[in-house]
């Protein structure tokens, strides 16, 4: 079984930053991609970012330029840099994790964590 924990969220002020950590934990032979999507109040669930194995980032049109992906293979860990916060970002964030335990493939998600950016 994969288990996927997020830390990292709370409160923060317009332009200010934050950093989301997701660990994944199990017996995973290895990780493909690795994703961040967030789904506020009263909207569908977004892809914020993702990144290949191998470090190919891309990003959703409304944090482009502000937020950042990035991935520790060896600790199994995906990061979400969030810069230049702004309130429309306040949503619950999800890290979402898909690779190739002993005995499955699997596309986990994580249990979500808050953000919220608000003066």
């Known amino acids: 079984q994969v288990r996927l924990v997020e830390s990292g969220g709370g409160l923060v002020q317009p332009g200010g930053s934050l950093r989301l950590s997701c660990a994944a934990s199990g017996s995973i032979v290895s990780i493909n991609f690795m994703n961040w999507y967030r789904q506020a109040p009263g909207k569908e669930r977004e892809l914020v970012a993702s990144?290949?194995?191998?470090?190919?980032?891309k990003y959703g049109d409304s944090v482009k330029g502000r937020f950042t992906i990035s991935r520790d293979n060896a600790k199994n860990m995906v990061f979400l840099q969030m810069n230049s916060l702004k309130p429309d970002d306040t949503a619950v964030y999800y890290c979402n994790v898909g690779g190739l335990t002993s005995v499955r493939l699997f596309d986990d998600w994580g249990q979500g964590i808050q953000v919220t950016v608000s003066s």
């Open positions: 990144i290949s194995r191998g470090g190919s980032e």
